[in-house]
C-alpha cells in the first residue's frame, strides 16, 4: 500500500510492539499468513476462513497453531509468499516470548490500579490481554459472513458494515480482497474507512508514500 524509509520502518516497528504489547504479531508471520489467506481465500488452504470450522474458537486456534510454525520458523511458505515484509529478529523474538507478553500483562494490571475509578473498568483488561487475537476473530470471522458485498471476488468475503469505525476499517473485507493494494477500504461514496484519512496525512508531510494509483 506504501513505502517509507527503512528509519521510519524500524519507528514504526518497535512502536508496534510498544502498541500491541501482549498481543504482539510477528510482521513476517503475519504477512505470510495474510497473503495465503488472499490467495486461498474461503478455500482449504486459507488459514482462517470461518467456512471450515465449527466456531470463531476453532478458526483462532488453527489460525495461531499456523503462525506459530511460522514464528518459529518450523516451516517454509511458498516461494510466492516470501520477501518485502519487515524483519527485526531480535525484537520479534523477544515480542513474542511469554516472557514479554506477562511483563505487558503486569504492566496494565499495574496501570488499572493506579488510575482506574470504577471496579467495573476491570473487566476491560482481558481485553487488553487479547486484543490482537479479538481483533482477528472478528475481522475473519464477521467479514467473511455477514455483510453485503460491492464485488465479485469468487470467495465469500463481505463489508459487514458501511461505517467501520471499531475495526478501522478491517470490516470492508470483500472491498479488500478486490484491491488488496488500496490503502482506502471503503470503496462506495456511503462507506468510511477512518484510517485512511491519516494515511493521506502521513502521506502529505513525506512520512509514507502511498502508491501513486491510490491516492
Known amino acids: 500500500m506504501f513505502s517509507t524509509h527503512k528509519v521510519n520502518e524500524r519507528i514504526f516497528h518497535l512502536l508496534t510492539f510498544i502498541c500491541q504489547g501482549s498481543s504482539f504479531l510477528n510482521?513476517?508471520?503475519y504477512a505470510i499468513m495474510h497473503r495465503e489467506h488472499h490467495a486461498y481465500s474461503d478455500t482449504e488452504k486459507d488459514p482462517h476462513s470461518p467456512y471450515f470450522f465449527r466456531d470463531v474458537f476453532q478458526?483462532?486456534?488453527r489460525t495461531a497453531q499456523s503462525y506459530k510454525l511460522y514464528e518459529k520458523r518450523l516451516k517454509e511458505p511458498d516461494a510466492q509468499f516470501k520477501g518485502n515484509y519487515p524483519e527485526w529478529r531480535l525484537l520479534d523474538y523477544w515480542g513474542s516470548t511469554y516472557t514479554s507478553r506477562i511483563l505487558f500483562g503486569v504492566f496494565y494490571v499495574v496501570f488499572y490500579i493506579f488510575f482506574a475509578t470504577h471496579w467495573w473498568m476491570f473487566l476491560l483488561l482481558p481485553i487488553h490481554f487479547m486484543m490482537g487475537p479479538i481483533h482477528g476473530?472478528?475481522?475473519n470471522w464477521c467479514g467473511h459472513k455477514?455483510?453485503?458485498?460491492n464485488f465479485d471476488n469468487g470467495d465469500k468475503?463481505?463489508?459487514s458494515t458501511p461505517f467501520d469505525l471499531l475495526m478501522l476499517g478491517e470490516?470492508?473485507?470483500?472491498?479488500?480482497?478486490?484491491?488488496?493494494n488500496n490503502a482506502n477500504f471503503a470503496a462506495k461514496w456511503f462507506?468510511?474507512?477512518p484510517v485512511y484519512p491519516v494515511m493521506k496525512f502521513m502521506h502529505w508531510i513525506r512520512l509514507i508514500k502511498l502508491r501513486e494509483a491510490y491516492i
Do not use: C
Not at 146 to 149: L, T, W
Not at 171 to 180: I, M
Open 146 to 149: 455477514y455483510g453485503y458485498s
Open 27 to 29: 510482521p513476517r508471520a
Open 59 to 61: 478458526m483462532m486456534w
Open 191 to 193: 462507506e468510511f474507512d
Open 171 to 180: 470490516l470492508f473485507q470483500n472491498n479488500h480482497h478486490k484491491r488488496p
Open 137 to 139: 476473530a472478528i475481522v
Open 157 to 159: 468475503s463481505k463489508n
